[in-house]
T-cell receptor, first 113, second 114 residues
Framework: DTAVSQTPKYLVTQMGNDKSIKCEQN?????MYWYKQDSKKFLKIMFS???????INETVPNRFSPKSPDKAHLNLHINSLELGDSAVYFC????????????FGAGSRLTVL | AQSVTQLGSHVSVSEGALVLLRCNYS??????LFWYVQYPNQGLQLLLK??????LVKGINGFEAEFKKSETSFHLTKPSAHMSDAAEYFC????????????FGTGTSLTVIP
């Protein structure tokens, strides 16, 4: 069983399109995240949800909209895709109690042409 | 605000040589510290974590790290590098004074030379 699973793994699309990436975790964690990793491998937090409530919303264009239908799912919808959105997007989850450890999904590589 | 500094964006070692990847953090309160590894085209995996128990932490694949409060450091070491250790390594910090949010360093790419 994959602990944090995200789909699709690869996404190639044209500028201006809208796309979504889905994430699910079966670890019973109460906090989920989206990270963006650029071509230089820098990891940047985008959003964090705790029990379906948004708790971190970094400086991200409002074309990016996260949605958490329940605490096991956190989806990312991107409108009007731009070339600069090309990156690997990682979903992660953690527990807010104790020494929380981030568990990452395998990543979704988005290429905007 | 918390920050993590990884000295050296690229490190090359010979197979069998010592691996040393450096990480310094800024925090007025001892945080939780982590090392993650990312193999090519994969997600990040936890190597080890420090949670205020023993200062020398052993992780997977023969890696270990030592928490030194006086130096605000958490360097990662492995006595003998293996070809399979070639990957990107990230240091991260978290804790109650960060709202339990994670802050990552910029990563160190490890190359192992045969």
């Amino acid at each position: 069983d994959t602990a944090v699973s995200q789909t699709p793994k690869y996404l190639v699309t044209q500028m201006g399109n809208d796309k979504s990436i889905k994430c699910e975790q079966n670890l019973g964690h109460d906090t989920m995240y989206w990270y963006k990793q650029d071509s230089k491998k820098f990891l940047k937090i985008m959003f964090s949800y705790n029990n379906k409530e948004l708790i971190i919303n970094e400086t991200v264009p409002n074309r990016f909209s996260p949605k958490s239908p329940d605490k096991a799912h956190l989806n990312l919808h991107i409108n009007s895709l731009e070339l600069g959105d090309s990156a690997v997007y990682f979903c992660a989850s953690s527990s807010s109690s104790g020494a929380n450890v981030l568990t990452f999904g395998a990543g979704s590589r988005l290429t905007v042409l | 605000a918390q920050s993590v500094t990884q000295l050296g964006s690229h490190v090359s070692v010979s197979e069998g040589a010592l691996v040393l990847l450096r990480c310094n953090y800024s925090s007025s309160v001892p945080p939780y510290l982590f090392w993650y590894v990312q193999y090519p085209n994969q997600g990040l995996q936890l190597l080890l974590k420090y949670t205020s128990a023993a200062t020398l932490v052993k992780g997977i694949n023969g890696f270990e790290a030592e928490f030194k409060k006086s130096e605000t450091s958490f360097h990662l070491t492995k006595p003998s590098a293996h070809m399979s250790d070639a990957a990107e390594y990230f240091c991260a910090v978290s804790g109650s004074n960060t709202g339990n949010q994670f802050y990552f360093g910029t990563g160190t790419s490890l190359t192992v030379i045969p």
